[in-house]
T-cell receptor
Framework: IAGITQAPTSQILAAGRRMTLRCTQDMRHNAMYWYRQDLGLGLRLIHYSNTAGTTGKGEVPDGYSVSRANTDDFPLTLASAVPSQTSVYFC????????????FGNGTRLTVT | AQKITQTQPGMFVQEKEAVTLDCTYDTSDPSYGLFWYKQPSSGEMIFLIYQGSYDQQNATEGRYSLNFQKARKSANLVISASQLGDSAMYFC?????????????FGQGTELSVKP
């Protein structure tokens, strides 16, 4: 089934540790995104990528980095995790048309202790 | 800067009745798109409906419709004949179509509870 795969599903991480959240899509979408979801705040964009080889910053990029080496993969890295990065992280992709919805993965629940 | 506001943190509706979830937006771009998503308790994000700023008619998809009032900058979601399975979080989102990246900006969400 075509879609977006995120890994891991959940993770407990000690503060200060490095962590990479994985995201792979098989829909050949140009654009990919990372959002974090926190209660009462909705989904906030962390980073995005229009196409392989390019990335951009969203609303809340600090403490996160991304890369887009190819069309399918868009990993999100926390270089040194802090408790405020405890959240549910969603990866998404979309086609380039203005009416293309975002297709989301099932999310990664991250707890930083 | 673009902004999406959902002023109803929580809503209740009786099964089989209609319910309206509010969404207002702010943008200086004349070309934009509005999206609604459903997030059930299982956590996945499900796309429901899309409305383009130049669309002449309100969007409809099955029991979902948009009450799009461009002058008021509102795009309220109407769910007709509510079902127990409609209980979920609902998010309104906007994309400025000439926006680099095609990203969506989301509102805070409304939690809908359908009562039997």
């Amino acid at each position: 089934i075509a879609g977006i795969t995120q890994a891991p599903t959940s993770q407990i991480l000690a503060a200060g540790r490095r962590m990479t959240l994985r995201c792979t899509q098989d829909m050949r979408h140009n654009a990919m995104y990372w959002y974090r979801q926190d209660l009462g705040l909705g989904l906030r964009l962390i980073h995005y990528s229009n196409t392989a080889g390019t990335t951009g910053k969203g609303e809340v990029p600090d403490g996160y980095s991304v890369s887009r080496a190819n069309t399918d993969d868009f990993p999100l890295t926390l270089a040194s995790a802090v408790p405020s990065q405890t959240s549910v992280y969603f990866c998404a992709s979309s086609g380039w048309a203005g009416n293309s919805p975002l297709h989301f993965g099932n999310g990664t629940r991250l707890t930083v202790t | 800067a673009q902004k999406i506001t959902q002023t109803q943190p929580g809503m209740f509706v009786q099964e089989k009745e209609a319910v309206t979830l509010d969404c207002t937006y702010d943008t200086s771009d004349p070309s934009y798109g509005l999206f609604w998503y459903k997030q059930p308790s299982s956590g996945e994000m499900i796309f429901l409906i899309y409305q383009g700023s130049y669309d002449q008619q309100n969007a409809t998809e099955g029991r979902y419709s948009l009450n799009f009032q461009k002058a008021r900058k509102s795009a309220n979601l109407v769910i007709s004949a509510s079902q127990l399975g409609d209980s979920a979080m609902y998010f309104c989102a906007m994309r400025e179509t000439n926006n680099q990246g095609g990203k969506l900006i989301f509102g805070q969400g409304t939690e809908l509870s359908v009562k039997p």
